[in-house]
């Protein structure tokens, strides 16, 4: 059941879903291919992420996790393939057009605007939204998951510590009110304690309605709160299942596991 | 959510704390930059009311130029061919109808030759061909920005650069127009430091507005991390856009301010010399910074009349100086060399003078303590992330 490269039991793109067929997935990425100039990241990467799911996206270093997501963002262009979010195609769109369509990101190495405050980086989170009326709001609810970051507000957001710099990037990514929300490696390099608040905070998201693609290095961590997960490795996807598959399938086990 | 209300009474409340005490501060430095310029209008000789005047004028451009560059990182050095263009429109509204006329300016339309703004208040006049200069330029932007302000880092300086030298050869070709390198002469004085000071405040205003808008906050962030403020979001492209085309506006309503008060406009004096100083004036002050630009652009404009006493050679204990002339030029240059090293964020590096002395009066804790905590050195030095160059 460990199904190698998905055994063609996925949805595949039928958008008639009756009322028992599963429903078509929010985002499907079919086929990516990206380069670096002339090296190729990314080889072909299938996965989609169905409403309210939260899928993690596991691979050891240099596997293309992130690449694969700032794909997503619309940071890089795939040379060939599609990505589709809620039917539409967003292959050739802006990133601020894609995060107006419902998708942030919290991007490795947590990329804070270091002289700006953490209200403005905050702010700058809900760049492309219309409705200025709701910041108030989205803010107290940023606050909620993270209350450091309300006694934070005015201080430069270089000066914030690594833990308080990745609640920033989540807040801020948060901001956008996304629909979709990519979480690139969350819980890198944070004190164990810390870890655990971010993996609290993003099942309070899942539970609140969120849709979430987690990029994690903490493959255990990850698969215990991810519906499904995806195993990238050198640009392709290797394995494919649900969390509780990949966490008793062995080779996960001796390769993201390990002992 | 119904905690909603709990945050905004608290946010506004301090905000008004801060508010009061710092709209007092603006309103008493207005009133004393009034007096002086009273004073001054009254009491200096036609040079030195000259000097300062050409503060104020420098400083419009400075702050032109750290809003273009200095908020965004985009490095233009096309600058001072806004103000040219502003210098020259403005020159052609305002000269006299005599000066204009077929003998010696063949290549004027007939209705520009016509134009006769000689009836005019001589302010209204200024006014008028202020905003025309700064019209014009900021339409000359648009085009020039669009396909430039896609370009990243460097390209963008040597692309403006050769927006620049476009420009001056136009003007020294032109000949019909601009009468080439001879320049435009005749050009009425209309240029008063009450004029000067008003579009400075202008500039300011207009820069700070922005800094603190959405528009700011975006070009602040693609400064900083330009993969990150793509990923948040901003649309990189629109944000340069507003920050060339307002600074180019801006500058391009410096131009004829400075045309009314030399009296002439020749191409040779809205080139590198120029864009270089005023280069000089906003690093010196701290890319980024309203009132680093206007420190920068007062400092460049005062101390080579200052330093020019020093070329007529001195007597230092046993050791005598003969007439040195380039020497101000040289001690300027050095200390520019010496303020980089030591300072290389420039005096103020992102900040802006009077908002972190007023917030340290006040009763604001959080506040007090974002001065206090060492800021990740601002400016230059945070450069764009890891990711910028992809
Ligand atoms: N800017 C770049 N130029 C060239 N190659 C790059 C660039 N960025 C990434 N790569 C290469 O692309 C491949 C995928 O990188 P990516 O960052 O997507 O991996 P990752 O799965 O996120 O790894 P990690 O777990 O270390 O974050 C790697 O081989 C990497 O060396
Ligand atoms: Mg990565």
């Known amino acids: 059941m460990n199904g190698r490269k998905d055994a063609g039991q996925t949805q595949g793109p039928l958008r008639d879903g009756g009322p028992g067929s599963p429903a078509p997935p929010l985002l499907a990425v079919e086929e990516i291919r990206v380069y670096y100039g002339a090296i190729q990241a990314v080889r072909g990467v299938s996965l989609d992420v169905r409403e309210r799911e939260l899928v993690a996206l596991l691979g050891s270093n240099g596997a293309g996790k992130t690449t694969t997501l700032r794909t997503i963002s619309g940071l890089f262009r795939p040379r060939s393939g599609k990505i589709t979010y809620d039917g539409a195609d967003l292959t050739k769109l802006a990133p601020h057009r894609i995060v107006a369509a419902g998708i942030s990101q919290s991007p490795e190495g947590r990329q804070i605007f270091g002289s700006l405050t953490v209200r403005e980086n905050l702010l700058l989170g809900a760049t492309p939204r219309k409705d200025r009326k709701g910041l108030g709001g989205d803010l107290e609810r940023v606050f909620d998951l993270f209350p450091v970051l309300k006694e934070r507000l005015a201080q430069a957001g270089g000066t914030l510590s690594g833990g308080e710099q990745q609640m920033l990037a989540m807040g801020r990514a948060l901001m956008a009110r996304p629909r979709l929300l990519l979480l690139d490696e969350p819980s890198l390099g944070l004190a164990p304690l810390m870890v655990r608040r971010i993996f609290e905070v993003v099942s309070r998201l899942k539970a609140e309605g969120v849709t979430i693609l987690l990029v994690e290095q903490n493959a255990r961590k990850a698969l215990e709160v991810a519906d499904r997960a995806y195993v990238l490795e050198t640009g392709t996807v290797v394995l494919s299942g649900t969390g509780l598959e990949l966490a008793a399938n062995p080779e996960v086990e001796r390769a993201y596991l390990g002992a | ?390």
């Open chain 2, 1 to 390: 959510m119904a905690s909603v209300p709990s945050v905004r009474p608290g946010a506004t409340a301090s905000r008004h704390r801060g508010a009061v005490p710092a709209l007092a501060a603006v309103a008493l430095a207005l009133t004393l930059l009034a007096v002086f310029l009273a004073y001054a209008d009254a009491s200096f000789n036609g040079y030195r009311l000259q000097i300062v005047t050409l503060v104020a004028i420098n400083a419009t451009i400075a702050v032109a130029l750290t809003l273009t560059s200095g908020f965004t990182g985009v490095f233009s050095l096309g600058q001072i061919g806004f103000l040219a263009i502003g210098a020259y429109v403005g020159a052609l509204l305002n000269l006299a109808p005599q000066w204009k006329s077929e003998m010696f300016l063949p290549g004027l339309p007939g209705w520009l030759a016509a134009f006769d703004t000689t009836g005019w208040h001589p302010q209204v006049a200024l006014l008028f061909a202020c905003l025309v200069g700064g019209i014009v330029a900021a339409t000359v932007a648009t085009l020039v920005g669009m396909p430039l302000m896609r370009l990243s880092g460097h390209y963008v300086a040597v692309a403006t650069m050769g927006f620049l030298i476009i420009v001056h050869s136009v003007a020294n070709n032109w000949s019909g127009v601009t009468r080439g390198a001879r320049g435009l002469s005749q050009i009425p004085s209309y240029t008063n430091v009450w004029a000067a000071y008003g579009c400075a405040l202008v500039a300011i205003y207009a820069a700070w507005r922005l800094r603190v808008s959405p528009y700011g906050r975006a070009m602040i962030a693609s400064r900083e991390n330009l993969i990150a403020a793509r990923a948040v979001g901003v649309n990189v492209h629109r944000s340069r856009m507003i920050a060339f085309v307002v600074g180019a506006f801006l500058t391009g309503a410096a131009g004829p301010l400075l045309a009314h008060q030399i009296g002439s406009v020749a191409p040779s004096a809205y080139y590198f010399t120029t864009t270089f100083n005023v280069v000089i004036m906003v690093v010196l002050g701290g890319m980024g910074s309203i009132s680093g630009a206007v420190l920068g652009a007062a400092i460049m404009t005062l101390a080579p009349e200052y330093l020019r006493g020093v070329e007529d050679g001195m007597d230092l204990g046993p050791l005598s100086f003969g007439a040195l002339f380039g020497l101000s030029q040289i001690i300027l240059a050095i200390a520019f060399i010496l303020v980089m090293i030591f300072r290389p964020q420039g005096f103020f590096g992102d900040r802006e003078l009077g908002l972190g002395l007023l917030r340290r009066r006040g009763p604001r804790q959080d506040g007090d303590e974002a001065e206090v905590t060492p800021t990740l050195a601002p400016g230059l030095d945070v450069g764009p992330g890891d990711g910028a160059s992809r």
